[in-house]
């Protein structure tokens, strides 16, 4: 349309107003309404709590703010001329039609900062408030003696400019009935009115490119290989302020340091999202069963079938940007202090509870066997993990700091998923091993810190200390540490460098009396460093591609044995 033609039927009065709110309001409902009856299912109510990815950290529970209405009124002495409203300017397209219906009509009154907010979407009750409005004021011009003559006039307006735009007319009147049957039909045929589904997929191309078989003393296979996992994730809210969480999950991706059968003999260079050991490759399993709900504004309480603690509550991630799945740092031991790291998954309860804007908790209990039924298992008689942390946020949330600690206990002959029955499931095979037909008892201690420098450049440190104890036997001592830098947005936005630096899991002393399989008394005999560098780059919104190394020197702390290296490329698709 030519925007004369446009200044002409906007500067008319009552009736032209009326027409154009119908048609915008008909047009919102039908491609607004469907999403935001799915927004208002998807939001935790007013108030949440978010679970922190990468360096986001968590959220303090937030209410939501008050949505700002916009004014119609009858009053006059409100509002008397347009110019009243500052972000309205004589230049702007819609001036006379605006002018019209303040100075003339007296329908709208703006804002309460004495905007009009022009570009703003108009809502259903807005449109209902001005309608009802000028219908009062209709009724006044019918019942004074210049009327006839308004209303003659403007209907002889409107029947120029229905003639005039009769095609286009035509043309809106049939893309809205075409609209309202593409949304019924999507109504009609949506996957769930109370489930969302989402997915991410992961393609790994790598391999080792140097090292030996810490067992063997024999070159690692040089092999590259091609690789995937999958995770799909059914969320669904009941009252729109819970949510239960189903993960699906498999693949294929042989972690390079798993178990002392791995191809490097050690947990250490471990990758993360890697298969579990136990299944087969592609096997899908129920990687995680969640029922999250908030009791009171400052509370969420999560149950879990499948999961653990930490990791449902986000615990690890205000401190650690190299946290995420299928995301962000390469390995097991670069996102997590081995604090967090202790048990496999299974069922359990956690609580996280905002102290005030600056002071959280968290804790939680698993009991990764907890659903088997056999001695030495179950949920209270088995393997057990309890948990708990205090996390600080700066007022500007630049800088976090959190403090753990965790109790666990492992049975004799207990199992796992992650090929080891008690430990951290990364670094020196000593500092996961156990003392045959013995139960073993862990207090594990860590410190994380995060600081963004500024909005290109965020550092995070932490340290973990735990104390071994094999029961009836004697006690051991494991440390590990870890710092990383990290680049927000570099080279695109949305992109991530990053660099991390730290010695994983080490077992650094020994009773004299235990033996881990080295010997009587026998520790680690040296520090190994790990170095690991990695580009997330974000091709689409959906699409990201991350080549990395591993660099490990000494593997399982051992100096004679030489640095391994591996190269890996992974993109992630979501969903």
């Known amino acids: 349309m030519k925007k004369t033609a446009w200044n002409l039927l906007l500067s008319l009065p009552i009736s032209v107003f009326l027409l154009i709110l119908a048609a915008s309001t008909k047009t919102l409902a039908n491609e607004g309404g469907g999403e935001n009856q799915r927004t208002d299912k998807e939001n935790l109510s007013n108030v949440s709590i978010n679970i922190p990815t990468s360096d986001n950290g968590t959220q303090i529970i937030a209410q939501k703010e008050p949505v700002e209405e916009l004014s119609y009124s009858l009053d006059e002495s409100q509002l008397t001329s347009v110019s009243q409203l500052s972000d309205v300017q004589p230049t702007d397209w819609a001036f006379q039609a605006l002018q019209s219906l303040v100075e003339r009509y007296g329908c709208i009154a703006g804002y309460p900062d004495s905007t009009f907010k022009g570009n703003r979407a108009l809502s259903r009750y807005e449109f209902a408030a001005g309608l009802n409005a000028c219908l009062d004021q209709v009724n006044k011009l019918i019942a004074s003696s210049t009327s006839d003559l308004a209303l003659k006039t403007d209907l002889e307006s409107i029947q120029r400019l229905t003639e005039e735009f009769s095609t286009e007319l035509a043309q809106l009147r049939g893309r ?39 067992i063997t003393k024999k ?4 092999v590259i290989t091609f690789q995937d996992a999958v995770q799909l994730a059914l969320n669904t809210s009941f009252t729109g302020k819970d949510q239960l969480r189903l993960v699906l999950s498999g693949g294929n991706i042989e972690s390079l340091g798993q178990t002392r059968a791995g191809l490097f003999g050690t947990f250490d260079g471990r990758t993360a999202d890697n298969r579990v050991p136990s299944l087969q490759p592609n096997q899908i399993r129920v990687g995680g069963i969640r029922y999250r709900f908030p009791i009171g504004s400052n509370t969420q309480f999560n149950i879990f079938a499948q999961s653990d603690g930490a990791n449902e509550i986000g615990l690890s991630g205000p401190t650690n940007p190299f946290e995420g799945s299928f995301s962000n740092g390469i390995t097991r031991f670069s996102r ?31 009991a990764p066997n907890g659903n088997d039924p056999s001695p030495n298992n179950g949920l209270f008689t088995g393997r057990y993990v309890a948990f708990g942390q205090v996390t600080y946020f700066s007022p500007k949330r630049n800088f976090r700091v959190g403090l753990s600690y965790a109790n666990t206990y492992s049975p004799p002959g207990a199992t796992g998923l992650s090929g080891t029955n008690f430990g ?48 009836g036997h004697g006690d051991g001592q494991v440390w590990n540490w870890g710092a990383g830098l990290t680049f927000p947005d570099l080279g695109k936005k949305g992109s991530l460098g990053a660099l991390f630096v730290g010695q994983a899991p080490t077992l650094t002393s020994l009773s004299k009396n235990v033996d881990l399989g080295a010997g009587k008394g026998q520790a680690d005999k040296d520090t190994s460093l790990h170095i690991e560098g990695w580009y997330q780059y974000k091709l689409t919104d959906n699409i990201e591609v991350t080549p990395g190394f591993i660099w490990v020197t000494a593997p399982d702390s051992d100096a004679s044995n030489p640095a391994s290296l591996v190269g890996w490329l992974r993109t992630t698709f979501r969903f």
Not at 182 to 199: C, D, H, M, P, V
Not at 219 to 222: D, G, L, N, W
């Open 336 to 366: 997590r202090n081995m604090v967090y790291n202790y048990g496999d998954t299974g069922p359990g309860i956690a609580i996280l509870h905002n102290l005030s804007d600056q002071w959280q908790l968290g804790a939680s209990y698993s």
């Open 176 to 214: 809205l009935d075409t609209l309202e049957a593409r949304t019924a039909e999507i109504e009609a045929n949506q996957f769930s009115t109370t489930t969302k589904l989402s997915g991410q997929v992961q393609f790994v191309l790598g391999g080792v490119l140097a090292g030996n078989n810490v």
């Open 424 to 471: 951290p499931a990364a670094g020196s095979n000593l500092a996961n091993s156990t003392v045959p037909g013995a139960g073993t008892v862990g207090n594990l201690y860590g410190l994380g810190a995060l600081y963004r420098v500024s909005p290109k450049l965020t550092a995070n440190a932490f340290v973990g200390y735990s104390a071994h104890r094999y029961l």
């Open 219 to 222: 070159a690692a296979p040089r």
